[in-house]
């Protein structure tokens, strides 16, 4: 409205009774030229402005008169040209351009005030013929993509003085806020926000997105016939009649959260809103009321009104200009600030509590798998014989993946230690196929040494089978080494000197006693069967009578 007023001071036709002035200046911007370089051009400076002004009043020259105040860098041409001055808005942080000649508000300067269209990071225009791509915007010159893919940086003034210039769209769709944002709404909300979706596009790019790809846009949502306002009216008054109450300040809403934030700005985000702890309260009250809690944990019991009083106290001390908020508020916060430890219980339980052990525990909010990865040891109630022989006990150390509740490494080991925390991220991030010594793994090289320790402790534990493990194992051991040495070498060499260690357990094995041996049970020898004659009968057969229960059974036969 500045540029207006301003341009208004020449509306008069005194200001352009210069016709020689007038065909220069027209002749001049005919290509875009800046305003105070145009004028120089025309001729004397002061005697142009004036005819210049009346022009760009009349309409027979344009700028951008919606942007920023007029300059002597302005762009200015004539109304059959396209180009206006390198002015941005920062809502849309594009490049304004004034729609061309024949659409709406041809009739006066001031109804040719509108919202005009912008070139953006992404658009499609058409330059010198050819389609190209916006790679980037500049308040002087814009990058365009070629064919070949190289950029090319074209001026402001060329591009926009160019006769086939047009934007032919740009992308309808927003990028998709991150996926844990979308996954944090409800389903009804995330509908919702794809339902606005498709009403917002509608009225910014006047075609609904699901419709054909040869759709044109609706009457009454064609940016060439009519302004954003009047679109955003256009779609209250649809959703009015169909059912739905909203304004159209309500659709201006959506639209500029849309633009902002994408689709999430059209998202119902109270359900997961985070709400203050502890309302409305300011926190130097909060503060003053765990201070006045603290200091009766060691003293006699309070009641809730000497908290509170205390609150004030302590507040007044401070010097805090706060203003305390009413009771039934403070008794809430006062529930709050103890809950689990009531201020009126026992002076005992009371200190107990205080002093406690401070509980760890508590919980992460995790969405992406590998954001919160935890590790913890847990000690196996088993002995297993160790690498070296010895039996003992070993710890589980394992990485926990928080969100998605799983183990992705996991190591055994006789004592933890901070090495086996690289070993676990490690084998947490590296693919097991890309793990040292996993092909040698695969073929089973080491197969048949395996195979032969199991076999020696199986024949050594099958020839002693009352023996300790100290004693089966170095059984094996001895039979591995002659196995290793053949049969040619068995019992030439020297035998090979023990450890220390080696001594020390040979030493507690032979002071460990021998367990007893019970006496073989030795069966006596069965006495020889005679040999039945076989003339003997084999058994004597007693006919027994035929049973009657009527019968006296105290008579005799």
Request: aromatic share 4%; charged share 25%; with cysteine.
């Amino acid at each position: 409205m500045a540029n207006l007023r301003w341009l208004a001071r020449y509306r008069h036709r005194r200001c352009g009774r210069e016709t020689d002035i007038v065909e220069r200046l027209v002749k001049v911007f005919r290509q875009p030229h800046g305003l105070r370089a145009g004028a120089k051009e025309a001729g004397d400076v002061l005697r142009v402005l004036p005819a210049l002004f009346h022009l760009m009043w009349t309409g027979v020259l344009r700028a951008d008169l919606g942007g920023a105040l007029l300059t002597g860098g302005t762009v200015v041409h004539t109304s059959d040209g396209t180009a206006i001055g390198p002015q941005f808005e920062s809502r849309s942080r594009g490049l304004l351009l004034r729609p061309r000649p024949g659409t709406r508000g041809e009739g006066s300067q001031m109804r040719r005030l509108s919202r005009p269209a912008a070139i953006r990071v992404g658009d499609r225009v058409r330059f010198a013929g050819q389609v190209r791509a916006v790679l980037a915007v500049s308040a002087r010159a814009v990058t365009l993509a070629e064919e070949d893919d190289s950029p090319r940086e074209v001026p402001l003034a060329v591009l926009l003085g160019d006769e086939s210039f047009e934007v032919l769209g740009s992308p309808v769709r927003t990028p998709l806020p991150p996926v844990s944002l979308l996954e944090a709404l409800p389903e009804h909300a995330r509908e919702e926000a794809l339902w606005w979706e498709g009403h917002i596009l509608e009225v910014l790019h006047g075609v609904d997105p699901n419709a054909d790809e040869d759709a044109g846009p609706r009457p009454e949502y064609d940016p060439a016939r009519h302004s954003l306002t009047a679109r955003e009216r256009a779609k209250a008054a649809e959703l009015t009649a169909a059912g739905y109450q909203v304004s159209a300040s309500t659709i201006g809403n959506f639209r500029r959260r849309y633009q902002a934030e994408g689709l999430l700005g059209l998202a119902d985000r109270r359900p997961v809103r985070k709400k203050p702890q502890f309302g409305t309260v300011d926190d130097a009250v909060v503060e003053a009321m765990r201070q006045a809690i603290k200091e009766g944990i060691d003293d006699s019991t309070r009641t809730g009104t000497y908290i509170i009083w205390r609150t004030g106290e302590i507040l007044w001390e401070s010097s805090e200009t706060v203003e305390l908020p009413s009771q039934s508020t403070l008794y809430r916060l006062l529930a709050k600030l103890t809950f689990g430890k009531p201020v009126s219980a026992t002076a005992r339980n009371r200190r107990s509590r205080a002093h406690g052990a401070k509980t760890p525990f508590g919980q992460w909010p995790v969405f992406a798998p590998g954001e919160v990865v935890q590790i913890d040891s847990t000690p196996l109630d088993v002995l297993v014989r160790l690498d070296d022989g010895v039996v003992g006990k070993i710890e589980l150390t394992g990485v926990i993946d928080v969100a998605t509740r799983t183990v992705p490494a996991a190591v055994l080991r006789p004592t933890t230690k901070s090495v086996d925390a690289s070993v676990l991220l490690a084998r947490t991030l590296t693919p097991e196929v890309m793990r040292p010594g996993w092909v040698d793994a695969l073929r089973m090289s080491r197969s048949p040494d395996e195979l032969c320790e199991e076999l020696a402790w199986d024949h050594a534990a099958q020839g002693l089978p009352k023996g300790t493990e100290a004693e089966i194992a170095e059984a094996a051991a001895a039979l591995l080494t002659r196995a290793h040495a053949g049969p040619a070498q068995a019992g030439t060499g020297k035998p090979k000197k023990r450890t220390r260690r080696e001594k020390q357990v040979a030493a507690r094995t032979k002071a460990t006693p021998p367990i007893p041996k019970p006496a073989p049970v030795t069966e006596p020898n069965p006495a020889p069967e005679a040999v039945a004659e076989e003339e003997a009968p084999l058994t004597k057969v007693i006919p027994l009578g035929v049973f009657d229960p009527l019968a006296d059974p105290w008579k005799r036969s």
